[in-house]
């Protein structure tokens, strides 16, 4: 079993930006796959930016230019830097940690992007 906990969400302008970050436990975290995903209302959940073992970045096409994914495998973190963000980008965050397969989610933070 992983724990999965994510920080960083809160309420901010268009335009503005947050960092969002995540905890997750586990001596092996260099072998986890890590990811971002929201899910806003009324929609399904969707990848936001994904980062491989080696450090490979992957962001969805709607957040390209705009959000940056990283990792500290010493720090057993991971963390999803947010630009330039838009209503649209209103969502609960959650992070993902893929180990060979198996999946287990944080509870999620809040992003709300509103004047």
């Known amino acids: 079993q992983v724990q999965v906990v994510e920080s960083g969400g809160g309420l901010v302008q268009p335009g503005g930006s947050l960092r969002l970050s995540c905890a997750a436990s586990g001596s092996i975290f260099s072998l986890y796959v890590m990811g971002w995903y929201r899910q806003a209302p009324g929609k399904q959940r969707e990848l936001v930016a994904d980062?491989?073992?080696?450090?490979?970045?992957n962001c969805a096409d709607s957040v390209k230019g705009r959000f940056t994914i990283s990792r500290d495998n010493a720090k057993n973190m991971v963390y999803l830097q947010m630009n330039s963000l838009k209503p649209e980008d209103t969502a609960v965050y959650y992070c993902?940690?893929?180990?060979?397969?198996?999946?287990?989610w944080g509870q999620g933070t809040q992003v709300t992007v509103s004047s």
């Open positions: 993902n940690v893929d180990l060979l397969g198996s999946k287990f």
């Open positions: 980062i491989g073992r080696g450090g490979t970045p």
